[in-house]
């Protein structure tokens, strides 16, 4: 689905350059929404982490790219699933 789809890709470039290149830390951002520390934040969260740390993005193409990785009828994210994604999308391809 990612692989596939520009606008994810340009989005996940955008939120890996910000937090691998430029150090915005988003694992720990979603953590401080974790409070039982579960890997999982609502996913009202998951897009104030985004929209708030990642301003290069329109709220548009964030919210678009979270649909494509989770359906809009689940409220919760995995965002240790999610900062997978994104270190293995980020690491440079041989």
Same mark, same amino acid.
């Given at each position: 689905?990612?692989?596939?789809?520009? @606008?994810?890709?340009?989005?996940?470039?955008?939120?890996?350059?910000?937090?691998? #290149?430029?150090?915005?830390? $988003? !694992?720990?951002?979603?953590?401080?929404?974790?409070?039982?520390?579960?890997?999982?934040?609502?996913?009202?969260?998951? $897009?104030?982490? @985004?929209?708030?740390?990642?301003? !290069?993005?329109?709220?548009?193409?964030?919210?678009?790219?979270?649909?494509?990785? #989770? =359906?809009?009828?689940?409220?919760?994210?995995?965002?240790?699933?999610?900062?997978?994604?994104?270190?293995?999308?980020?690491? =440079?391809? $041989?």
């Amino acid at each position: 689905m990612i692989a596939g789809n520009e @606008l994810a890709q340009y989005v996940l470039r955008t939120i890996y350059q910000k937090d691998s #290149v430029q150090g915005v830390n $988003l !694992e720990s951002k979603f953590r401080e929404r974790d409070a039982l520390n579960t890997g999982q934040v609502k996913r009202v969260e998951f $897009l104030q982490v @985004l929209e708030e740390s990642v301003r !290069e993005l329109e709220r548009w193409q964030i919210q678009n790219f979270v649909e494509m990785l #989770v =359906p809009p009828s689940d409220n919760i994210v995995n965002y240790s699933d999610f900062m997978r994604i994104l270190y293995k999308f980020g690491e =440079p391809q $041989l």
